[in-house]
T-cell receptor
Framework: DAKTTQPPSMDCAEGRAANLPCNHSTISGNEYVYWYRQIHSQGPQYIIHGLKNNETNEMASLIITEDRKSSTLILPHATLRDTAVYYCIVRVNPGNMLTFGGGTRLMVKP | EAGVAQSPRYKIIEKRQSVAFWCNPISGHATLYWYQQILGQGPKLLIQFQNNGVVDDSQLPKDRFSAERLKGVDSTLKIQPAKLEDSAVYLC????????????FGSGTRLTVV
């Protein structure tokens, strides 16, 4: 699976949009971009995934650049409960297991 | 639906002792994973089961770690003997199978080896 690069930490004001970037410049054509988050003392939680089109669900939006070398996870109105570590993962679907990197620690502040 | 259940929630043991963790996946989920998460790092896959067969155990330290999934449902992960560096959170996850997009994780077992 392709390697991903994320900033180690970010801050966001409560009620504002949180935009979490991820670089995956070596992604191949059959690899999906997955996002998970891990709130303190809990297991990782699936957020969203996509191949090349932008995706939206009740939790977040995923924007993938046209060349697929980077993506952005958008939490439209961040709350204090969104404080967590966010992991961007690239993998072939179906098939490979999830390989986690260091993720981005998002701190939502009042 | 009920989530992935893990027990115990916390465990403290002395080095060289043995310990076992239990996982009950979501009903009907064929694929089960055990991950190890050391403080400050992302989870690392230890072993993957498809029903009761092992798909990938290449990252499992087989000299001290073992895992089984009898009858393709519950799973246990054992460490014997434990070392200080095994202190971590052990996470269990399940998914419908290879065609499933997302995994569902349990809350994990926090192991401290002293």
């Amino acid at each position: 699976d392709a390697k991903t690069t994320q900033p180690p930490s970010m801050d966001c004001a409560e009620g504002r949009a949180a935009n979490l970037p991820c670089n995956h410049s070596t992604i191949s054509g059959n690899e999906y971009v997955y996002w998970y988050r891990q709130i303190h003392s809990q297991g990782p939680q699936y957020i969203i995934h996509g191949l090349k089109n932008n995706e939206t669900n009740e939790m977040a939006s995923l924007i993938i650049t046209e060349d697929r070398k980077s993506s952005t996870l958008i939490l439209p109105h961040a709350t204090l409960r969104d404080t967590a570590v966010y992991y961007c993962i690239v993998r072939v679907n179906p098939g490979n297991m999830l390989t986690f990197g260091g993720g981005t620690r998002l701190m939502v502040k009042p | 639906e009920a989530g992935v259940a893990q027990s115990p929630r916390y465990k403290i043991i002395e080095k060289r002792q043995s310990v076992a963790f239990w996982c009950n996946p979501i009903s009907g989920h064929a694929t089960l994973y055990w991950y190890q998460q050391i403080l400050g790092q992302g989870p690392k896959l230890l072993i993957q089961f498809q029903n009761n067969g092992v798909v990938d155990d290449s990252q499992l330290p087989k000299d001290r770690f073992s895992a089984e999934r009898l009858k393709g449902v519950d799973s246990t992960l054992k460490i014997q003997p434990a070392k200080l560096e095994d202190s971590a959170v052990y996470l269990c996850a399940s998914s419908l199978g290879f065609l499933s997009g997302g995994y569902t994780f349990g809350s994990g077992t926090r192991l401290t080896v002293v």
